[in-house]
């Protein structure tokens, strides 16, 4: 089964699409496609799905001949099945676990503000578990890959920030405050496999990718249902944009190209992805729990009063 990748750096220049290859660069068009829209139809050749699934998928007109001409191109190569399957496995396997899990359409907008705040946290620690990534040696896919998922997670922390703007919180408050315990747990699991287990770690995050996507969507359209001010709701779209996040999980499948997984490491990862589902269900569950009770949005032992000021109007 061929998994189609592209053998290249996909990028926006100029309003041209262009796919950077050691030693040249090539301009891409596309009769009857903008440059966003082959933007994304370039960024579902991740390595993540066969053939057969993208000619089955709603872009099934639009890759037609497309795939055949980067081939001949030799701007296509193709990711290894065990790979790509080993990937898929996890992120299924994550979610099955986490499908119990209800996220409410909440009558209560400070469960999403709630998400808002603990993303925040999350993301804008994304250095911690990023960071030790980036020492291996003689791996450049993967340090690339690394590279663009650190810039994709502080962009994504940029966008919750504005929106949290627009409730009157501030960068300099959230770094007063305190993220949940859950958050924490999440945050020192994730930099312990970065350190210890740095190959599972690209899987969970891959697993994570998704679920931060899914989780989103969700909740943006409760916000909508309840109107919350657009200038709250419209800067997190960008986390809710599937296109986005296979974008994010097609560079750790390029990444996975360096990379090879032994028998007893893939059971081996599959236990571990049981410990990652169950922190991130602690985590959502800690932000429906918390924030749909408290009377405060955001946590501090050390500035109580300014706490106070950021009342919750119910």
Known sequence: MFFPYLAGTLALHDDRVVIVQAGRTVCFQLQGQSQEG????????????????????????ALSGLIERLAAQHLLEEMPQAEADLLS?????????????????????????????????????????LSP?????????????????????TAQADAVLIALNAIDISRTNLEQALPLPETAALVNGLSFWAKAEPVFFLCAWYVLIAQICK????????????TL????????????????????????????????????????????????????????????RHYDAAHTLLRSHRWPRFCDRVLLKR
């Open 38 to 61: 082959l933007y994304q139809l370039l960024s579902l050749l991740d390595g993540s799905r066969s053939v057969g699934e993208l000619q089955q998928s709603e872009y099934a007109t």
């Open 133 to 153: 990534i980036l020492g291996w040696q003689g791996l450049g896919q993967v340090r690339y890959a690394v590279s663009e998922l650190y810039q994709r997670s």
């Open 215 to 226: 989780s989103f969507k969700t909740y943006l359209a409760a916000g909508r249902q309840l």
């Open 229 to 288: 001010a657009s200038r709250f709701l419209d800067p997190l779209n960008t986390l809710a944009q599937i296109e986005l996040a296979e974008h994010q999980q097609g560079l750790i499948s390029r990444a996975f190209e360096q990379l090879s997984v032994e028998s007893t490491e893939r059971s081996h990862f599959e236990q571990q992805i049981y410990l990652l589902s169950e922190l991130y269900a602690q985590f959502q569950m800690a932000i429906q």
């Open 89 to 129: 496995a996890l992120a299924q396997l994550a979610d099955s676990q986490l499908a119990s899990i209800a996220i409410p359409s909440s009558a209560n907008p400070a469960v999403l503000y709630g998400l808002a705040i603990e993303h925040y946290h999350l993301l804008s620690r994304s250095g911690y578990f």
